[in-house]
């Protein structure tokens, strides 16, 4: 679109606005997306139209948008305490009423939660907590952290390095020292013509190998995210994690996992790690603890971990909003409309089952080389052949293409690649999750226009 085109708001956010995870001169030239308005799972553009947003804003909006018991809660932690620290000795209610709120949701016996911002702050504390953890086992060697090729663990020096994202690890040099990557369990995308539980276990066994070579006595933790979100909704093989499991046990090497997406009832569970059987020793979370609505992020750590960070003298970490007042009235908030409606249990037997089982039927669509998912995450694979589930060359674009359907069309579903995944609220109606399957087959055979004019 010509410059003349933009909106005065287009104009002065080109102007003056900095995005994130953005091309900005791609985004200058046509003008920034304008989203107003939000109510139930639908958003409204600067144009007016509706969007059905089936990816719950990044993942995070599991409530919906315009929740009055949020919006009250945080009304009315705003007037009574709307700041305060935990930082010396002190605390607020909020924030204890929160961590053993917590407690009663958590995996395993998960009791303790360090409070943070954001995802990203959860994995540098995660960090940080691991190797204060084995100095005051006296294994102060016990530095290194394993995580996967491909994973996402935040944006921060830290959570980028975690992370296995090439495309971040190339801008400023990372990852950091002490962190390596084995191979994600991607079975579509690196595992065609293999045995899916045999792909699983030898995925998992590179992390044996990885200790082996690095030596069990200079790894600190293993890191993963139950299911990939940003990486493409990838959804490991069920013979994966018993086999993480068994080898972390096996060397002694702490389990963290990554919930930030997984938690609070997204795979039909409170958190995933029920699903795949899993005791982690740190679970961090974000995102849906709050629905989106306020930033904040827990670390939640197992009894060894919080044994020996009582024991360990003062921590020298947190942020000055770390388990903000208003936060975690909204947390508490969230948990307690969830409760009231059965959302978990919802998703488990009810809409997660629906959704999936219309997402499947997209499996007969000629673009489609798979369809997974699990809860209310789901993911479908566009291929240029479905006989042998032949990729498209990278500069077809297809997955943007898909994408750019599905706006116009009034739905959000996010393209990693040539894989499209979604992610909706899980208030979503039967009739929604129509509509959405509705408006992705519709975008599927308007991709395909797309690609063979
Ligand atoms: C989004 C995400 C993060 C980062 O969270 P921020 O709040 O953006 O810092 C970390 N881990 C996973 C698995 C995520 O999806």
């Known amino acids: 679109m010509p410059k003349s085109h933009k909106s005065p708001l287009q104009q002065l956010d080109a102007a003056h606005h900095l995005h994130p995870f953005t091309d900005s001169q791609a985004l200058h030239q046509k003008g920034a997306r304008v989203i107003e308005r939000g109510e139930g799972v639908y958003l409204w553009d600067a144009d007016g139209q509706r969007i059905l947003d ?83 086992q006296g294994q102060p060697g016990r530095k290194t952290i394993i995580s996967r090729h491909n994973a996402y663990h935040g ?23 002490d962190i390596v990557h084995i191979d994600q369990p991607y079975h579509f995308g690196e595992g065609q013509g293999q045995d899916p539980h045999q792909f699983g276990l030898e995925r998992a066994r590179q992390l044996e190998q990885k200790i082996l070579d690095l030596g069990p006595d200079k790894v600190a933790a293993f890191i993963g995210e139950p299911i990939q979100g940003a990486g493409g909704v990838i959804i490991p093989p069920d013979s994966y994690w018993p086999e993480i499991q068994r080898i972390c046990n096996r060397y002694n090497i702490l389990l963290v996992v990554d919930e930030v997406i ?68 909204v947390a508490l908030a969230n948990i307690e409309v969830m409760q009231k409606e059965r959302l978990v249990e919802r998703v488990h037997d009810d809409i997660g089952p629906y959704l999936q089982q219309a997402w499947a039927s997209l499996g007969n669509h000629p673009l489609v080389g798979e369809t997974r998912g699990l809860g209310l995450l789901a993911a479908l694979e566009l291929v240029a052949d479905k ?67």
């Not at 016996?109 to 540098?124: A, Y």
């Not at 609505?293 to 970490?317: D, K, N, T, W």
């Not at 393209?415 to 992705?440: C, F, H, N, Q, W």
Request: aromatic share 8%.
């Open 155 to 177: 944006s921060t020096l830290a959570g980028a390095s975690l992370g296995g994202m090439k495309p971040m690890h190339a801008q400023g040099g990372l990852p950091l020292p």
């Open 262 to 329: 997984c938690g609070f009832g997204r795979t039909g569970h409170w958190f995933a790690s029920e699903h795949y059987g899993l005791e982690p020793d740190l679970l961090c979370m974000a995102k849906g603890i709050t629905s989106g609505y306020i930033p904040l992020g827990a670390v939640a750590v197992g009894p060894r971990l919080a044994q020996g960070l009582i024991s360990g003298g003062e921590f020298f970490h947190g942020f000055t909003y770390s388990g903000h007042p208003v936060a975690c009235a």
């Open 54 to 136: 089936g990816m719950a804003g990044l993942w995070c909006v599991n409530l919906g948008y315009g929740r009055e018991e949020l919006i009250r809660a945080a009304d009315q932690q705003l007037r009574q305490l709307p700041y305060y620290n935990l930082f010396f000795q002190t605390t607020h209610p909020r924030a204890t009423e929160l961590a053993s709120t917590l407690a009663t949701l958590l995996p395993g016996d998960m009791e303790h939660v360090f409070f943070t911002g954001s995802g990203s702050e959860c994995n540098d504390t995660v960090i940080r907590m691991v190797r204060h953890y084995w100095a005051g």
């Open 387 to 453: 006989s042998d589930n032949r990729r498209f060359p990278d500069d077809a674009g297809a997955g943007v293409i898909c994408r750019e359907h599905c706006f116009e069309l009034g739905l959000v579903m996010r393209a990693v690649g040539d894989t499209m995944i979604i992610s909706p609220p899980l208030v979503i109606s039967r009739d929604e999750v129509d509509e959405l399957i509705g408006k992705a087959r519709q975008a599927l055979d308007l991709t395909c226009q797309t690609l063979n004019n």
